[in-house]
Nanobody
Framework: QVRLVESGGGSVQAGDSLRLSCKASGRTSSNNAMGWFRQAPGKEREFVAGINWKGSNIQYRDSVKGRFTISRDSAGVYLEMSSLEPEDTAVYYC????????????????WGQGTLVTVSA
C-alpha cells in the first residue's frame, strides 16, 4: 500500500504561481509512473501531467503545456504551476500508476486525497 499526501494548494489570482507537492510513503513507488490529475466542480477527473519512473518521459494535457512542470524525486512528485488561469480551478490529485512507463486515469493504482486550487480572475 502506498499513501500519498498532497500539499500546496490555495487561492490565488490569475497569473500567479503555485507549487504542489505529493509525498509518498509505505510501499515504494519509485519504480512506478506518477502523475497529477484534477477535477473541477461538476466535471470528470482529468489527466494533467505524468512522469515515468526515470523521469525521462513526461506528458502534459495540452491546456497546461508551457505553464506546468512535473518533476519527481525519491520522496514524491511535484507540480509547478505558473500563469494560472481561472480554468485551472479544481481539486488536484496525485497518483501512482500500475506500471513504470506511463499513467492514465484508468491505470492509477493509488490516489491521494486531493488539494484544492482556486484561481480568481
Amino acid at each position: 500500500q502506498v499513501r500519498l499526501v498532497e500539499s500546496g494548494g490555495g487561492s490565488v489570482q490569475a497569473g500567479d504561481s503555485l507549487r504542489l507537492s505529493c509525498k509518498a510513503s509505505g510501499r515504494t513507488s519509485s519504480n512506478n509512473a506518477m502523475g497529477w490529475f484534477r477535477q473541477a466542480p461538476g466535471k470528470e477527473r482529468e489527466f494533467v501531467a505524468g512522469i515515468n519512473w526515470k523521469g525521462s518521459n513526461i506528458q502534459y494535457r495540452d491546456s497546461v503545456k508551457g505553464r506546468f512542470t512535473i518533476s519527481r524525486d525519491s520522496a514524491g512528485v511535484y507540480l509547478e504551476m505558473s500563469s494560472l488561469e481561472p480554468e485551472d480551478t479544481a481539486v488536484y490529485y496525485c497518483a501512482v500508476g500500475r506500471s513504470s512507463g506511463g499513467i492514465g486515469r484508468d491505470t492509477v493504482q493509488y490516489w491521494g486525497q486531493g488539494t484544492l486550487v482556486t484561481v480568481s480572475a
